[in-house]
């Protein structure tokens, strides 16, 4: 059934074997570490969504699975209105917590291997991975659990395929088979909020050939099993969050990735979704690929509202709210950010089914189109509102500054703008306005997550059909059809066998 958030903080509380790494340190307790609180906290805002009145509908979904409500974060796409509303869903969810909260590439695991274990025991009648998934997501959705997606190899030297590199183990791959199970190696790395999950789900990064045939493989562990490290990354202005301010760091709202090692990791066969079928790793990485770009749709939208809010904020606060050219400024990011949005609603409304049984995918090249615009829009976004706010975005004193008796009075006094603003409200949006629009999670994540903009270039070429738009044009510009006729072909000669 549906967990609330504290339901959540508690049950990754107890997750104690867990080896998690940050800064140096192992972690303990992820739920106290001041520098993965805020991560926790952004996660939690999954489950509290269910529970709140402006989101409670949009959180909750029927599972026919389970025959009873889920939070949305687990539930498999019944129709075109399910995507659409994980797209509203992420939307609003960045109003809550200003920052990525990490729990769809989770999800869009769920989806893609539900899509890709019912497909291969529809075709090859194979129905064990099918089994396996369907108990392991009974599992999930009856838990509410918290789950990572784990897909990004290490990739070690990136011309060379997995089973060609120099370090065997810069792809994950099975390196040795049981009778009750596999045991796995290697890395994956860029993993977004691996540290606060209960478990983590593992997929292939790329499509394989026969020789990779040991690295195809997909499965679930929790976080806490023997042999799985986690090292959190950092990220800019991080360290912000151990000072114990409320203000420079905005210490509720943070996300994280991390790397995370799999040193021979036992993993039994019902966790076991994929193994060796290199032939459907293709299929798999690309239905997961564009499900995660038609999430961008929403969540960086969402996120474009609380910079296109705090930019409002800080034009009204130095009296340039009303000028045209704010104006003019203003509605250009509305432009921007409303074009993302726009196109994750497209590539969920055109939905695609690709089972008897469900299995609802999005368009394929509005998803790639929606996570192109994410990977180019955000940084200008990002732009406009510096230029709008000015130099104090990054310059500002501390917070500490601004708390220090002796000089506050100075700094409230030749900080303010219009008078009826107090100085402590401009600052407070300058900081949110730093925090989120120079972020990792509104910058560079934006280009290289669910795959980099080459990627999404790759999948124009092969989706639009350019034969077919040469034959619109040429029939339009009345062109006369010619058609090249193959060569007459030449007399044959008796070869030299029929000679003798
Ligand atoms: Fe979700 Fe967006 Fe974070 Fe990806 S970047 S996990 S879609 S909030
Ligand atoms: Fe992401």
Redesign the pocket.
């Known amino acids: 059934g549906l967990r609330t958030g504290q339901q959540y903080v508690e049950g990754i509380k107890n997750r104690k074997h867990a080896k998690i790494y940050v800064m140096g340190k192992k972690v303990t307790d992820v739920t106290t570490n001041l520098f993965l609180k805020p991560s926790v906290e952004s996660f939690k805002a999954t489950f509290d969504a269910a529970f709140q009145e402006d989101t409670r509908d949009l959180a909750r979904a029927y599972s026919p699975y389970i025959g009873e409500e889920v939070n949305r974060f687990v539930h498999i796409h019944q129709s075109p209105a399910d995507l659409v509303a994980k797209v509203k869903l992420?939307r609003k969810?960045?109003h809550k917590t200003g920052t990525?909260?990490?729990?769809?590439?989770g999800w869009d695991a769920l989806n893609t291997l539900y899509i890709v274990t019912h497909k291969i025991a529809a075709r090859e009648g194979r129905a064990e991975y099918k089994e396996r998934f369907m108990k392991y997501l009974e599992y999930v959705q009856r838990n509410d659990l918290a789950l990572a997606g784990a897909m990004t190899d290490v990739k070690g030297v990136r011309t060379l395929r997995p089973s060609e590199q120099p370090n065997p183990d810069a792809y994950v791959r099975v390196v040795e088979q049981r009778d009750d199970g596999i045991v796995v190696r290697g890395a994956k790395a860029n993993i977004?909020?691996i540290a606060v999950v209960d478990e983590v789900i593992v997929l292939p990064t790329r499509a394989m050939t026969e020789s990779d045939a040991s690295y195809a493989v997909a499965f679930a562990v929790p976080l806490d099993t023997p042999g799985v490290t986690v090292v959190v990354g950092r990220q800019i202005n991080d360290a912000r969050r151990l000072e114990g301010g409320d203000l420079d760091g905005v210490p509720y709202m943070a996300?994280h990735e991390g790397l995370v090692i799999f040193e021979d990791v036992f993993v039994p066969w019902d966790r076991v979704f994929l193994y060796k079928d290199w032939r459907w790793t293709g299929p798999l990485v690309e239905i997961f690929a564009s499900y995660?770009r038609q999430?961008?749709g929403?969540?960086?939208s969402g996120l474009g509202d609380v910079i296109i809010g705090a930019t409002q904020g800080l034009a009204r606060a130095i009296g340039i709210a009303d000028k045209p050219a704010v104006a003019e400024k203003l509605a250009e990011m509305v432009f921007l950010n409303e074009s993302m949005y726009s196109a994750g609603l497209a590539a969920s409304w055109e939905g695609v089914k690709l089972l008897d049984d469900g299995g609802w995918w999005v368009n394929p090249m509005y998803a790639n189109v929606t996570k192109h615009m994410v990977a180019r829009f955000p940084y200008e976004v990002a732009k406009i509102a510096h230029d709008i706010a000015g130099g104090i975005v990054g310059t500002a004193p501390s917070e500490f500054d601004f708390k220090n008796e002796e000089i506050r009075h100075l700094i409230e006094k030749y900080l303010q703008g219009v008078p009826d603003i107090p100085t402590e409200e401009r600052l407070r949006l300058v900081r949110l306005l730093e925090n989120v629009s120079v972020s990792v999670?509104y910058l560079v994540?934006s280009v290289h997550?669910?795959g980099s903009p080459a990627a999404q270039k790759i999948m124009f070429t092969r989706l639009y059909d350019f034969q077919k738009a040469e034959e619109i044009a040429k029939s339009l510009a009345r062109v006369k059809v010619t058609v090249k006729w193959p060569k007459e072909p030449e007399p044959r000669r008796p070869s030299e066998a029929q000679k003798t």
Do not use: I, N
């Not at 990525?100 to 590439?105: A, D, E, K, L």
């Open positions: 992420l969810l960045s990525c909260f990490q729990r769809c590439v977004t909020g996300h995660h999430g961008y929403g969540c960086k999670g994540e997550g669910a």
